[in-house]
Structure formats: C-alpha cells, structure tokens
C-alpha cells in the first residue's frame, strides 16, 4: 500500500468510529424517549444523516445497536465505582446517583429500557437480568464487609439490604422523573443508608 | 318500543358491557407485554376477535384505552387498601405487594408502563405524575398518624420515608419480574418498614 493510500484509509477508519460513536449518542436519546420498542432505526438514521441501509452498515441490527449503547453505559459505570471497599464502595454509589441527577437522559433510558426488558422476548431481558444479579453481589460484598468493618449495623441482613438498595435507586429514578423538583434521589438514599449505619 | 324490541336492545347493551370488559383484560395483556407505544391496537383486536375499525367503536383511540386500563387497575388498588389509617394502612401496602406476587401480568403493566410515562410526550405522563403525588401524600400522612400514635420512631422523616417506601416497592417489581426465585418482595419491604419502626 503506498503512504497516500494508507492515509486514506486510516482517514476513513476514523470518520467510521467517529459515526460509530455519533450513532450510538443518538441512539441513547431515541430509546430514552420513545423506548426500544417504540423507537426506530429510521429516527435514529435520521438523527445522523444517514439512510437506514447506512446506519445497518455500522451496526448489523437494532439488536445490536441497542446491546452497545447498554455494554458502553454500564463500562462508564462501573469505571466511575472504581475500587473502592466497604462503606467507602457503598458511598461511591451515592456519589453515583448525584451524578446521575446531571444526566436526566441516561437515567430516562434505565427506567425506559429496565421497565421494557421484563417481558421475556425483549432482546434486553438477558442483559437486565445479568446485571442486576451482578449488582445485588457487589453490593452485597460491600454491606458484609462494612459490616465486618463495624460500619453497618450487626442486625441487618446484608442480602436483602442489597436488593432494597438497588430496587431504592431504580424507584427513585422514576419519581424523579416525573417531578424533579419534589424528589430529592440523594437525599433519600442518604436517609436509607444512615438506618444502616452502626 | 315493543317488549321484544326492549329485550333485544337490553340484550345488545349486555354484549357490548362484556365485549368492552373483554378489549380491557386483552389490553392489559397486550400493554403489560409490549409497552403502549410497542403494543398496537391490531394486536388487541386480533386478541378478542375484532377487527381495528370494530375495537373502536367500543374506544375511541388507543389513548382512551391505555386511560380506561390505568383508571380500572388504580380503583380496584386503592379498594383493597380500604381505610385503614396510621401503621395499620402501611401495613395494608405490604398486604397488596403480597397480593401482588399473584398477579406477574399487572404488576408487569405498571412497570412497563411507568417506565414509558417518563417520557413528557407520553399519553400516561399526566396520568403517573398525578398518582405519584397522591401516593406520596397517602403514605406521608399514614407514617405521620403512625408517628404520633408512637408507631414509628420519632426521628423518622416522614415526607422523605414515603417516598422511599414507594419507590422500594416500584424497584422491587423490577428486580422481582426479572427474577421472581430469588427476589422476595414483601420479605424486603417488612425488612425496611422493620427500620421505620419506634
């Protein structure tokens, strides 16, 4: 390949990932708003410029594009968490769901998609299932081992305080939502987790 | 008009209560399955043996059906909670989410539905916003009368307790449609109203 065909390619390769990603932001507002159901590719392609047969070009289905948008969002996640332990885990969480109140649109695409994914057939039925298992586990890691550490009460049952914990969160999500201004998301969760505390 | 022509009449009115009740319990099935914006009118049709153009002469769109199902489901909820007051109407709540683990098809209506309506476009939007804040209001006022009757613990906030309890319950649904072996919906509830107690 001469230097001037390399370049070639490499400036095109670019602009692919660089579509990939303008795709994927817009994708992220059209199941947010309208669902995965009820939102179609042809709004997205049209969101970007492209016809339908382009954006399939970038990704093979709306499958597919819907099982990136939620592998992209979860590795942002989870990185924010890092590796912390103990209580220091549990409050990285609120610190989680601060941020969380800057990003009503994400948080929109959770509530919409989660609430859509209960029904077996949904091609995100898997992955919600998965990643719930996942968090009830790390969460439950972190109580047990705050508890170890004498920073949660001996009383309280570390399992179920992991699945209120999370269902607390997804809950909070969706009064937010509809009335930001009444519902205080970290607020509540500090309430919640202070009854914990030793 | 005749006897004849008034049984027929009367006859006519019985079928078409029925057929109504009949398009309800299928749009309940359908919405709970796809979402509304997922679900079509054909579906639900196809579903009681009607064509599109027959459904509607029984509703006059699909918003008027989506409404007549959140309003029959929300009467027959609110119905059950009687009027108990204080500690023993938050105690009727835990009775409905155990009465819920026997009806996966309702609890996932509300779960998909409320997961859509945070959408501003969406025809339930109006619908949820306004039964969050009532709900809110109930709960608060039940831990309040509790408050004072002694039955929750002083330093309780009771505004912030109301919503957390709510959204506990909307979570719980998520991770229990998801997972119905391993999450224990009243078991988490009895759990964290356990804390709120004197």
């Known amino acids: 390949m001469t230097d ?14 660089a579509k990939r990603a303008e795709i ?6 059209v199941f947010a708003d309208s669902g995965y159901r009820g939102g179609s590719l042809k709004e997205i392609a049209d969101g970007v410029g492209l016809t339908q047969a ?7 289905s709306k499958e597919q594009l819907l099982a990136e948008v939620l592998d992209e969002r979860d ?10 332990q103990g209580w220091a885990f549990i409050q990285s969480v609120t610190d989680q769901v ?26 995100a039925h898997g992955f ?13 890691g972190a109580l047990r081992t705050a508890q170890a550490d004498g ?19 997804d809950g909070l999500q969706i009064q937010w939502l509809l009335d930001r201004d009444t519902v205080d998301m970290p607020g ?8 914990l505390r030793a």
Do not use: C, Q
């Open 128 to 140: 919600f299932t998965g990643r719930y298992r996942r968090i009830r586990g790390l969460m439950a």
């Open 188 to 195: 509540a969760l500090d309430d919640f987790l202070g009854r």
């Open 4 to 17: 001037e065909n390399a370049r070639r390619v490499r400036g095109s390769y670019r602009k692919g990932v």
């Open 75 to 84: 590795s942002a996640d989870l990185e924010r968490l890092g590796d912390a």
């Open 151 to 169: 920073d949660v009460a001996a009383g309280v049952d570390v399992e179920t305080a992991a699945v209120s914990l999370i269902a607390l969160m």
């Open 24 to 29: 994927l932001r817009r994708a992220v507002v």
């Open 98 to 123: 601060r941020h969380n109140t800057t990003v009503p649109g994400l948080v929109r695409l959770y509530a919409t998609l989660s609430g859509e994914a209960v029904a077996e057939d949904h091609p």
């Open 54 to 60: 382009g954006l399939l070009h970038h990704f093979s």
